[in-house]
């Protein structure tokens, strides 16, 4: 190993900095503390790795996941208190319900009637969320509707709560905006839940959430848990809405510069669309990064603003923000960088692993559960 | 196993039709016949698998590869004969010299002189192609630079040839303007080569090439190779543009209705941004399909023109065309439907393996070498 163990690692590939997550795993853990008997229950669909759970939930605490896959890694390893957060299909009951007759107690979500009946005549143990749609459109049985008592009675004694996700604050500008949508989220869902309570229904659970919200609620009285997961990661859409800044970005991609073109002011890396995703969030953002910011080897911002530009599936190319330049003479065919990632959710899940830095040093390597 | 085995597999998960793919793979076989003396040397970053391979490059013949692991698992498969074309950095040549002296023929690329260098220096057999641009912008010395003299002297005896990539011929927009592109190519590159041999220089491969160009070539004298890969699997991108149609797109993403909401005109579907890339090629194409079309379960479009309009992590919200509506009482939760993708290369990326198809069952399970 050379001094820089970053120059011995082979690119592309993604660098997780502990002492990055460590501090927003702690931002976050405070920001839920300000509200008691709220529970976080971290999101582990962006980190997708149980090294990851054990520091962002503590004593294998709650989780919320995204995938089958992500279910068993996470019970495999001793979380068994998991909210599938996803609406389920019926050909996955059987699979939810063998990890809880081994132990885990895994909680489904759904918002049809057909699937609250296929859950509630199944022989298994499935502890259901009702998903209700607080404004963002997506998924969910409206706040209002009469539909969530009817879904509430089909599901019986397995229905186990509520559950929102409020994925349209991520359009919040300000922390007053985020705000403002957490309290409409946390007004909607907690009177869902008090309405099904006084038809004598059990709601044990009330769950909200999403990393905005979740940092910068200022009541979440009748909610029992929220939910966040990019948080933890952070990215440069998250740094340009404000829920954190660039150096609280703690994956970044680590690449080559494998062509360097002087004519255009550009060099090549060899981190494209695979290795970086095709996601292009920041477009919507206040500042337009392409595929990613481009930093030097320590994590430092590259001179020029330097952006990835164009991705082909192997090639990124890194060019200067319009009128400024690149230092070129600083980056020969074989110069190594980082690239802060657009969506890191996405980015992440191109790799197989994180290498685990602390100090500039390589101190793990951490697996992920990607797939189904 | 029900009748239909599709009904059996995890969603979401990547379908390959097989009689597709054979189909498309003796299409392009054909159109490289029509050249005398040029060989076609498929490249397998779009299907990433070494059944793939044997099929396209008959007997283990000649293929081209985008990644060190990419050239593992075919040599390892018995595949001798690759060209790994992307720009080489320094810190791979000991692994590609490390196949080479395992039995291998790893052809490495590069296009800058210090690189030129250090492969010359090298003690290992690196055979180098010289990349030269073409019109793409991407990589390579332009074809009529004298940089490419120099390159050709300082590599010395590990000179093996010159490649291009004409990846601007994707923006062709029918036969005959592909085939323009193609013999723009076709004579730069052959004239360089003439260049550097009446210079003394050894140029035994001349390989030029991508999917249209490949097929749409009227003449490719002085070209001894064609490189082209995603003609195997074919997505809606190409069909846009011309180079094959709907009924040629060999891979789809298997997925389940997980909500359906008639208010709104919609269903979701548990593939998203994961299962399916944020790959926005058709965009720019001459009809846009969102984040891919959506097929039933036998593969025929669904009727509305459904397609993907918004995705999320692992929630794909598909709607019908404008004026168009979805055949909401067909697909009831747990409904399963197929999506074509923008761009094969990507979202097959996205899955760890292919469950093939033929005459509609699934006759094998191919494991794609994704990552690097």
Sequence with gaps: MRDNPLLDLPTPCLLLDLDILKRNLARMAAAVARHPGVALRPHMKTAKCWQAAE????????????????ARHFADHGFRDQVYAVGIAPAKLDAVAALNAAGASVKVITDDAEVADAIAAHPGDIPTLIEVDVGEGRGGIPADSAMLEQAAARLGPKLAGLLSHSGHSYAGRSAAAMAELAEAERAALAGAAARLR???????IVSAGASPTAAHAARLDGITEMRAGVYMLGDLFQAGIGTHGIEDVAVTVLASVIGRYPARGAVLLDAGALALSKDRSTEAGPRDWGFGRVLDLEGRPLPGEAMVTRVHQEHGEVRAAPGATLPLDRLAVGTRLRVAPNHVCLTAAAHPRYHVLEGGRVVAVWERVNHW
Tied chains: 1, 2.
């Design 55 to 70: 520091l962002a939930a503590p004593g294998r605490g709650p989780i919320t996941v995204s995938t089958l896959a992500e």
């Design 198 to 204: 006084q038809a004598g229904h059990a709601v044990g």
